[in-house]
């Protein structure tokens, strides 16, 4: 599947994963759900962060856009571990799920606007193919292990800067 094409479709998940929470009660559901939201969530910034970024990074001239999607993925994990930590205290929960949705949604248009026009002006599309393939395999992988690399924060400074030289 086109690189862009899957990076998208997740985009879709996770945003109607967060719009079900919103609307949950303390439970059994919610709980399962935020789960759920969490692996896809994680998995999708880790392939993002492993095999997209840097390639755009390494073949633009810009780097800004990329940095501040570092950034902003260091900013979803700390507010996802706020959710986490609200799921039984409902009107704290719906609060903080609500500036996750926020902030999600943000970062999902400045990708759209300034990350995946770069992809697809320095990758063809068997590249971007070929990106896709390796992308869903990781994330399948990342999803199903639910190890997603909290270390990866402690990465993220490093990789701005390299973004922006
Ligand atoms: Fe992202
Ligand atoms: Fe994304």
């Given at each position: 599947m086109d690189a862009i094409a899957l990076l998208e479709e997740q985009h879709a998940e996770v945003m109607e994963m967060m719009e079900l929470l919103k609307e949950s009660s303390p439970g059994r559901e919610r709980n399962e759900t935020f789960k759920k939201l969490q692996r896809a969530l994680m998995a999708h910034m880790v392939i993002e962060e492993e095999l997209l970024y840097p390639v755009v990074a390494s073949r633009t001239e810009e780097g800004e856009p990329v940095a501040e999607g570092y950034e902003e993925h260091s900013g979803a994990r700390v507010s996802m571990t706020r959710c986490a930590r609200a799921l039984k205290e409902d009107d704290l929960f719906k609060v903080r799920i609500g500036v996750l949705k926020e902030m999600i949604s943000h970062h999902v248009k400045e990708e759209r606007e300034a990350i995946l026009p770069q992809v697809r002006q320095v990758m063809d599309a068997n590249e971007r193919k070929e990106l896709g393939a390796q992308m869903k395999a990781l994330f399948e992988k990342v999803r199903r292990t639910?190890?997603?690399?909290?270390?990866?924060n402690r990465k993220t400074t490093a990789r701005e800067l390299r973004a922006l030289s």
């Open positions: 639910g190890r997603a690399g909290a270390g990866l």
